[in-house]
């Protein structure tokens, strides 16, 4: 099957709107922020004035990373003096929006810099499928809402925008390859940035042991709104067929797999693992209010942010209406039919043992 050239994880087109809509992927964040503090409390730090580095790995805008690096600086300075300087490098590919993400490091009110005067930012714009950072110089790592997008399209999907919904055994062998590579490689070089005894926690879509990938009415109504912009000429029949989402969800075995059998890998351990189903917080408000207009809207915002970038990309004209129709098509179709979404996610935290003599 014929491989496109890396794609990662697409970069947000607006800015603004990635912010807004990506609430819903801090889906889960509770929980694993209070990951993220126990391993604040756990890893050495260096002595000053070597700095505390903390990586964020798939920064996008820097959103979902505000609330846990604040939380883990909060730890961190209960063990050392409010002068040691922490070091906070947030990485994503090239082609990511680095002029937001820096809006975001310095006008969002959560911002650590102006939390804590002693931290300082940096960003790199590479792969994370590739090493980023000096080995042995992460203290502590982050990573929300990335992996699950593939570092390469194994090949199209006919059928349907994920792998997990084709009924094409061999799409969703290329896919399940293709993930277990990212993954290999995600952990790899991970293993090598981290310092000894380091920690990183990761948050990501995942898959049940069922197979059950979920966000299935998301799914169906973007399904459908693009079938309605097929049949209004808004998009090509051969656009409409190149269109898909290179993302994954990961089962417990799979994110295991490269420790096998002597758990370990690169020297990293998985300290925690857990595969659940995070709170659909749109549904939930909906209980309360009943306002299904909201609830549509609030869905199609986030489709918008979190899935158009990938689809425009096999655009050959201006976005624009295809956007505005599609985020208007997915709002109407779910506030048609509000109903609750499963989301199944994954919270990790690995630890890089020292070397043994």
Aim: aromatic share 8%; with cysteine; charged share 20%.
């Amino acid at each position: 099957m014929p491989e496109s050239s890396a794609v990662v994880r697409p970069v947000p087109m607006e800015s603004s709107s990635y912010t807004a809509g990506s609430r819903l992927e801090a889906a889960g964040l509770r929980e694993a922020i209070r990951l993220f503090e126990q391993a604040a409390d756990t890893v050495p730090l260096p002595r000053a004035p070597q700095p505390i580095v903390i990586a964020d790995y798939g920064a996008a805008t820097g959103h979902n990373s505000l609330r846990p690096i604040c939380a883990a600086i909060d730890v961190v300075r209960r063990r050392t003096s409010a002068d040691h300087s922490v070091l906070v490098t947030h990485t994503d590919v090239p082609e990511n929006d680095f002029s937001a993400l820096f809006d975001t490091l310095n006008n969002d009110p959560d911002t650590y810099l102006k939390h804590d005067p002693a931290s300082f930012s940096s960003a790199v714009g590479r792969s994370f499928f590739d090493q980023i950072l000096p080995s042995n110089s992460v203290n502590l790592g982050w990573s929300a809402w990335a992996i699950q997008w593939l570092n390469r399209v194994p090949s199209p999907v006919p059928d349907h925008l994920v792998s997990a919904g084709s009924t094409d055994d061999a799409v969703r062998a290329a896919y399940a390859k293709q993930a277990a590579q990212d993954w290999q490689a995600f952990i790899a070089y991970r293993g090598r940035e981290l310092a000894p005894n380091g920690r990183l926690v990761v948050m990501t879509m995942a898959l049940h042991d069922s197979g059950e990938f979920g966000h299935r009415p998301l799914l169906a109504a973007l399904r459908d709104t693009l079938a309605e912009l097929k049949g209004a000429g808004v998009i090509t029949a051969d656009e409409w067929l190149r269109m898909g989402l290179p993302i994954i969800g990961r089962s417990a075995a799979d994110f295991l797999a490269p420790f096998a059998p002597s758990g370990r890998y690169e020297r990293l351990e998985i300290e925690h693992l857990e595969v659940f189903d995070a709170v659909d917080r749109y549904f939930t408000q909906y209980r309360v209010d009943g306002d299904a207009a909201a609830f549509g809207a609030q869905w199609g915002a986030f489709c918008r942010a979190a899935v158009f970038p990938a689809l425009v990309s096999t655009l050959t004209g201006d976005p624009t209406e295809f956007c505005d129709r599609l985020e208007a098509g997915i709002a109407a179709r779910m506030a048609a039919d509000p109903q609750e979404s499963q989301l199944p996610m994954a919270l990790l935290v690995l630890v890089k043992r020292p070397r043994t003599v």
